[in-house]
Structures are given as structure tokens and as C-alpha cells.
């Protein structure tokens, strides 16, 4: 599951900050996730150094390993260099357009090997609706779709390269709390860098496997602690699989923030 908790740092965008160039209008910005799941406990911490980030995590499971993603700012997009302990593991590139979101990056592994590249596009006021990863084995498209500042529902074609049998389109819909507004973004790197946020919390995802006529086969839950300012500071993620709707993923991360 760990790969799932990677996936969402590198799909979501999270933190808060305040400098040159940011769109964001909070003094805040996260510094520590705190992420809890089997027993396990994930630690990662975000330094910030004007536009450039720092991102540490160490995993219960391998104390002695840290790994490190540093991204520097260089006029025209972020330069990305991964380490494990002191070995480098990887670098990449995130490609800022015109309207000054990240349109496109790539990463690639220490032995050269291309590890994904992806592809985003914004509509004119800046919201993201559609993004194209390519993972080399699979590849996913999804076209995002909003209602009153949040996403309606998202479109995944997923492309399995070597076995086109498993191809599979997603319809994934949304449910919003209307009562929680998103305080900035509160988890992934790059913050402000992908777009225009959602204006709500979300509360649930629902996929439907549309090769077999809309079947629903699982659902995110969602549910949060926030501050006094309306910052999450615990975030509390379910995973149930249908049929039978059994409960195949409970995990929670705390949030801290800082100036």
C-alpha cells in the first residue's frame, strides 16, 4: 500500500506556503505528516527555503533508510533530486506553463531508465482537467470535471501496455463537505503548482468499473479533524471493496504546521 500513499503525494497537492510567486494567501504551510496504517508509522517532514522544498520520509518498517526528495526552483520549473540515505535514486523535471502551473514533468531513475512522465492541461481559470501519467508498464487518463468549485466526477482510462485485456475506463464520482472548506492544501509537494484547489473538503470517492456496465467496486471515505483557523490536522482515510462493501483499507495521518 505504500505505493498507493506515494501515488496520492505525487497526485494530490498539499502544503501551504507564502512567497514569491505563490498563489496562496496563508501564512502557513504544513511541516510533519505523521501517517499510521497496519501497525506501521510514516514520518514525513517538509523544509521550505523560499520556492525550493525539502521532503523527508522514514518508514516505520526501515528506520535506519531516509529518503529525501529536494525540488529547486529554476525560473521555468523545479528540479527534483531523490537520494536514499546519501545514494542518489533518482532526478526529474517539473515544467511550469504560461498561466505558471506545472504542465508537464518527467523522472527518472539512477540507472537512466525513464520512471513516469505526465502531462496536465488547466481550463481558463486555472482549474486542472486532465492529467496523463505514463508508468511504462500502465498508463492512466483522467479528465476531471467540476460543479459549484468542486469536482463532479473524473474519467480514468487505464492502459495496461502489456496486456491490453486489463484496459479498463473508471468513472470515479465525488462527494463534497459543505461545511469544510479546504484551507489551502494540506499533503504532496509543490504547493499551489497544480492548479486551481477544490473549494471543500472532500468526503467520499466512488469508482465504477464502466467495462462492466457502471459496477461499483470501491469507496474512499473521508474524514477530518481541524483546527481552530480550519486547518486539517487528522485526516482519517477508508477503503471499502464491493461487492459486500468490506472495509479493505483504515489509515490515518496527522497533520502540524508552521511559518
Known sequence: MRFCLVFLLVACFVACRKSNGDRSSSPYRVVSAIHHLNGETDTTRYTY???????????????????????????????????????????????????????????????????????????????????????????????????????????????????????????????????????????????????KPVTHLVKSRRYYNMNRSGELYQRWEYNYLTDAQGYVTREVWLIYTYPGEVLSRSDTTFYTYGR
Open 49 to 195: 527555503n523560499g520556492r525550493n522544498v525539502e521532503i523527508r520520509q522514514v518508514y516505520s518498517r526501515t528506520p535506519s533508510d531516509v529518503y529525501l526528495s529536494r525540488y529547486m526552483f529554476e525560473g521555468s520549473g523545479y528540479r527534483l533530486a531523490g537520494f536514499t540515505g546519501s545514494t542518489p535514486t533518482q532526478s526529474g523535471w517539473f515544467r511550469t506553463g504560461s498561466n505558471g502551473y506545472i504542465d508537464s514533468s518527467r523522472t527518472i531513475r539512477q540507472n537512466g531508465t525513464i520512471n513516469n512522465t505526465l502531462l496536465y492541461q488547466y481550463d481558463s481559470e486555472g482549474k486542472e482537467i486532465r492529467n496523463q501519467a505514463d508508468w511504462g508498464t500502465y498508463k492512466n487518463d483522467y479528465r476531471k470535471f467540476y460543479r459549484d468549485g468542486n469536482y463532479s466526477y473524473w474519467l480514468n482510462d487505464y492502459t495496461n501496455v502489456s496486456n491490453p485485456s486489463l484496459n479498463q475506463r473508471d468513472s470515479i464520482a465525488f462527494e463534497f463537505y459543505t461545511d469544510k472548506p479546504q484551507k489551502d492544501f494540506y499533503k504532496g509537494h509543490l504547493p499551489d503548482m497544480y492548479g
